[in-house]
């Protein structure tokens, strides 16, 4: 039962009972039923899924399993046609939409500059033009792209889009950071780049969702693996468990490299 | 034919010798186009892009309504304009008809909806790419609207030279509204119309030949500027 909250506001010294944090983190992921249905047809049907509010998850499966899809409806970027998502305490839409960031398997950038990519989010909140710069280096400097400021954005090399992309996504400083296959095809030094940032976020109390297929990289970064399958959640488990004896024939195909249809 | 060689003269005679009359009416036609361009662009670009931003009921209607628009003949605008301001009309006290302001009235509304249909285009295509960036960054209506008209500016300078062209070239509506009176509402268009047929073939061409430069190097400004868009991946 929830405190009642108090008539008179008590000194700040006075610091009341703890309600146990994890309830109202905003990043533990809390699914029940949910499914996607296009023209009759099933692409998600997940009956039960609750994440960790703070560590990496690593939603794994062969193409067409959903990931991409499920990323989209936990966003909240698409409505399921039933079933229930929550963000801590909160249903997933608007205003938990504004506390994440998304980075997409295609970064999608502006026609203007790498510094006025970053500057079109950090203008959304208040800010003096000075903190904004001093933000935007900071950014640009965290992702290895500082010397690029002033470039057209769409001039850069696949990677260096990616982790424009990605600064930018941090730019808000989210509480969760969903992540959509983003070193597809990549070059090594921009896949190890952006596992670095994504892993240094986690560290920093950022909630991860990180969509692969790369089975190494999942190994590299998970906490725990959600493995889909046709639209099913077939597995969910902490990492070292999932790696070590998946239980499902699908994931175990999977891991072993055979071909997973 | 001698009198078509003899007319060329007298039209090159014209240009190189900077005649103050035929400068006056081009001066003329620039100023009313291209303030008519200006109304246009601003109408136009917000109104392309807010139906590119907002999927309201009708939006369909709307569209189609002001795709049919852009071949809307101008004779016709012209007598909507001439009626609205003429001394019976609606807003006949104010006195402009026969006026290079009643000119420009007429030609914005004949290019404003050709602006805001190929602004809608030209965005739409844009929108398809940035919009689930911009739901997820949670961009309201009106910052999306702006930066799909920024992003996509290469895009509207075409779309506004074609407005313009279509402005500069017309002849219907600023004949009605504008009378062609001399040195008062006599633009390239019309003057070109009263030349050819009072036989002076010498001032005809010669507007006749600016009138053509212009629109090519409006064109060719236009493709130039395409290109670089293009090299500097801005387009």
Not at chain 1, 236 to 243: D, E, I, L, M, V
């Amino acid at each position: 039962m929830p405190d009642a909250a108090p008539l008179i506001p008590t000194p700040a010294s006075d610091a009341g009972p703890q309600t146990p944090r994890d309830r109202v983190l905003p990043g533990a992921l809390r699914i029940e039923r949910l499914a996607l249905e296009v023209a009759g047809k099933p692409l998600v049907n997940i009956e039960r899924l609750v994440l960790d509010p703070r560590s990496v998850t690593v939603i794994m499966g062969p193409n067409g399993a959903g990931k991409s899809l499920f990323l989209r409806l936990v966003h909240g970027l698409i409505a399921p046609t039933r079933g229930w998502i929550s963000w801590g305490e909160v249903a997933c839409g608007e205003a938990t939409r504004s506390t994440q960031a998304m980075v997409f398997q295609k970064p999608v950038l502006l026609r203007r500059s790498v510094a006025a990519n970053i500057d079109f989010v950090l203008r959304r909140r208040s800010g003096t033009k000075p903190e904004r710069r001093a933000r935007c280096e900071e950014l640009l400097t965290r992702v290895g792209l500082a010397d690029r400021a002033q470039q057209p954005a769409r001039l850069l090399s696949g990677g260096e889009q990616q982790r424009l992309a990605l600064a930018r996504a941090l730019a808000t400083r989210p509480k969760v950071l969903l992540l959509d296959e983003p070193t597809a095809s990549l070059d090594p030094a921009s896949v190890q780049m952006i596992e670095q940032i994504v892993l240094a976020s986690s560290a920093d109390q950022t909630k991860v969702i990180f969509v692969t297929h790369d089975v190494g990289q999942a190994r590299r970064l998970a906490g725990d693996v959600a493995f889909l399958h046709h639209g099913q959640l077939v597995e969910h488990r902490p990492a070292a468990a999932f790696f070590a004896t998946p239980s499902s024939e699908a994931a175990k195909a999977y891991l072993s490299g055979n071909i997973v249809l | 034919m001698q009198d078509f060689a003899g007319a060329f003269g007298l039209a090159f005679g014209l240009i190189v010798s900077g005649d103050p009359d035929l400068f006056e009416i081009v001066g003329l036609s620039m100023r009313v186009s291209l303030t008519a361009l200006f109304l246009s662009c601003l109408i136009g670009f917000p109104f392309g892009a807010l139906l590119v931003v907002r999927k309201f009921f009708g939006r369909g209607i709307v569209i189609a309504l002001v795709n049919s628009m852009m071949g809307f003949p101008p004779v016709v605008i012209g007598l909507l304009v001439y009626l609205a301001l003429s001394r019976a009309g609606p807003m006949g006290w104010l006195g402009l008809l026969y006026s290079p302001t009643a000119m420009i009235i007429a030609q914005t509304l004949l290019i404003a909806p050709i602006v805001a249909a190929l602004s809608r285009q030209v965005l739409e295509a844009l929108q398809a790419e940035y919009d689930e960036q911009f739901r997820s960054l949670g961009v309201s209506r009106g910052r999306a609207m702006l930066a799909l008209i920024v992003d996509g500016r290469y895009g509207l300078v075409t779309v506004a030279l074609a407005g313009f062209g279509r402005a500069v070239a017309e002849v219907g509506a600023v004949i009605i509204v504008g009378g062609n009176i001399e040195h008062l509402t006599r633009v390239m268009t019309t003057a070109i119309a009263l030349e050819t047929s009072k036989g002076d073939l010498g001032m005809a061409l010669a507007l006749g030949i600016i009138l053509m430069s212009i629109a090519v190097s409006v064109n060719l400004g236009a493709g130039a500027l395409r290109a670089i868009a293009e090299r500097q991946a801005y387009a």
